[in-house]
């Protein structure tokens, strides 16, 4: 559905440790989806896609996985560094639609 | 690349003035896109253009937006007359694609923040 922002889950990692930020994704016709990060302040900046031919894909310390049996997203982040610390939004875009939709949001905080 | 260009960064008016936000896209990239951002309803969607071309508009909330885009490397969001309730953070995307064969991801400015006072 339409992303919704008044709670936020979040998501508190050691610093160099893993962070897995999860997402469901409601339509099973979605053919693309993205991973953002949203800064205080700035926009979401683009981390990584996948299409919805593919189950997993992988980028400089991201690895992005799809599962479409149970609509499922994730996003691995590996040794998690401070400047990691934002709030992070899974967007889907469904086939025959122009709209990206975006997840509620998770805030991801690192502690030194 | 210097990215996605929006202006300004803040903007605080009265109710009942009008409102226009700028983008810059990124070169060479064929879709924009309008998004706004609230802490009740998240990112919604509220216009998208193709090769300067309106393609949905159907996230625009009433007739009191209006959103141009007159060439390949400029668009404006106008708000006209403005109310409190369309305090919020104006974003512009561009994408290099984006239909529905081919799909580039979306790359954001640092967005416009407005308060209706």
């Known amino acids: 559905g339409e992303s919704v922002g008044l709670h936020l889950p979040t998501l508190s990692v050691q610093e160099g440790d893993n962070s897995i930020i999860n997402c469901a994704y409601s339509n099973s016709a979605s053919d693309y989806f993205i991973w953002y990060k949203q800064e205080s302040g700035k926009g979401p900046q683009f981390i990584i896609d996948?299409?919805?031919?593919?189950d997993k894909r992988q980028g400089q310390r991201v690895t992005v996985l799809l599962n479409k049996t149970v609509k499922h997203l994730s996003l691995q982040i590996a040794a998690t560094q401070p400047g990691d610390s934002a709030v992070y939004f899974c967007?889907?875009?469904?086939?025959?639609?122009?709209?990206?939709?975006f997840g509620s949001g998770t805030r991801l905080l690192v502690r030194p | 690349d210097a990215g996605v260009i929006q202006s300004p960064r803040h903007e605080v008016t009265e109710m009942g003035q009008e409102v226009t936000l700028r983008c810059k896209p990124i070169?060479?990239?064929?879709?924009l896109f309008w998004y706004r951002q609230t802490m009740m309803r998240g990112l919604e969607l509220l216009i998208y253009?193709?090769?300067?071309?309106?393609?949905?508009d159907s996230g625009m909330p009433e007739d009191r937006f209006s959103a141009k885009m007159p060439n390949a490397s400029f668009s404006t969001l106008k708000i006209q007359p403005s109310e409190p309730r369309d305090s919020a953070v104006y974003f512009c995307a561009s994408s290099l694609g984006w239909g529905d064969s081919y799909n580039s991801p979306l790359h954001f400015g640092n967005g416009t923040r407005l308060t209706v006072t």
């Open positions: 253009f193709n090769n300067n071309v309106p393609i949905d």
């Open positions: 996948i299409r919805s031919n593919m």
């Open positions: 070169s060479g990239h064929n879709s």
């Open positions: 967007a889907e875009k469904r086939d025959s639609s122009y709209k990206l939709i």
